[in-house]
């Protein structure tokens, strides 16, 4: 089982990303997916979650309104787009997956997600 996140890079405080995550190694259309990040000397932390239809998804209050995730079970992708990125935005993006209904606490709290995968940088300049 494999999560592989790509698309971070450098950019410009106000700028946008999309990030983009491919699974493989079993079928992630029945799971919840989403990513956290970690900033350098931080804790990981919860970004966003969208349930297997994509119907549900949560946010964490620090990118309400400037991230969007959707994801694409045909293709078995979930993606992340990130407006108005801000030099606090700085930090590694992990894609993850946890097998079934989206949990609120699984999420919220990093608690028993199930897959994870590499990160992916994304560094803002101000």
């Known amino acids: 089982v494999q999560l592989q996140a790509c698309g971070g890079g450098l950019v410009q405080a106000g700028d946008s990303l999309r990030l983009s995550c491919a699974a493989s190694?079993?079928?992630?259309?029945?799971?919840?997916m989403g990513w956290f990040r970690q900033a350098p000397g931080k804790e990981r932390e919860f970004v966003a979650a969208?349930?297997?239809?994509?119907?549900?998804?949560y946010y964490a209050d620090s990118v309400k309104g400037r991230f969007t995730i959707s994801r694409d079970n045909a293709k078995n992708m979930v993606y992340l787009q990130m407006n108005s990125l801000k030099p606090e935005d700085t930090a590694v993006y992990y894609c993850?997956?946890?097998?079934?209904?989206?949990?609120?606490?699984?999420?919220?709290?990093?608690?028993?997600?199930?897959?994870w995968g590499k990160g992916t940088l994304v560094t803002v300049s101000s």
């Open positions: 993850a997956a946890d097998r079934g209904t989206l949990r609120r606490g699984t999420w919220y709290e990093n608690y028993g997600i199930d897959y």
């Open positions: 969208i349930s297997w239809s994509g119907g549900i998804t």
């Open positions: 190694g079993r079928t992630f259309s029945t799971d919840a």
